[in-house]
């Protein structure tokens, strides 16, 4: 079983800051995948940020610039830095862990349960 929690979500001026975390634990025997989506009302969910094995895959133009994903591989756990907040960034977020269950083995895809990050004067 494969845990996977957010936080770091909450209200900010446009222009602001803020940073999501995402804590995977349980059991695997490695992260081959980390990524953030978001979802704003009556909008498809959108991917804005993804890493495997290093490597960032080109930021949607939406967010580039101002978005970076970043891992700290002894915590099992990735962020979404987020700077220079726009209105239009009001989404609930989500991250997205593919592990590897075991060498050889299959992949299996986790969402955690959201955050809610509000860009408001």
Same mark, same amino acid.
């Given at each position: 079983?494969?845990?996977?929690?957010?936080?770091?979500?909450?209200?900010?001026?446009?222009?602001?800051?803020?940073?999501?975390?995402?804590?995977?634990?349980?059991?695997?025997?490695?992260?081959?995948?980390?990524?953030?989506?978001?979802? !704003?009302?009556?909008?498809?969910?959108?991917? #804005?940020?993804?890493?495997?094995? =290093?490597?960032?895959?080109? $930021?949607?133009?939406?967010?580039?610039?101002?978005?970076?994903?970043?891992?700290?591989?002894?915590?099992?756990?990735?962020?979404?830095?987020?700077?220079?907040?726009?209105?239009?960034?009001? !989404?609930?977020?989500?991250?997205?862990?593919? #592990?590897?269950?075991?060498?050889? =083995?299959?992949?299996?895809? $986790?969402?955690?349960?959201?955050?809610?990050?509000?860009?408001?004067?």
């Amino acid at each position: 079983q494969v845990q996977v929690v957010e936080s770091g979500g909450g209200v900010v001026q446009p222009g602001g800051s803020l940073r999501l975390s995402c804590a995977v634990s349980g059991r695997f025997s490695s992260i081959y995948a980390m990524a953030w989506a978001r979802q !704003a009302p009556e909008k498809e969910r959108e991917r #804005v940020a993804f890493i495997s094995n =290093g490597e960032t895959r080109p $930021y949607p133009d939406s967010v580039k610039g101002r978005f970076s994903i970043s891992v700290d591989d002894a915590k099992n756990t990735h962020y979404l830095n987020m700077k220079n907040l726009k209105p239009e960034d009001t !989404a609930v977020y989500y991250c997205n862990t593919v #592990v590897q269950v075991r060498p050889g =083995g299959p992949r299996e895809s $986790y969402w955690g349960q959201g955050t809610q990050v509000t860009v408001s004067s």
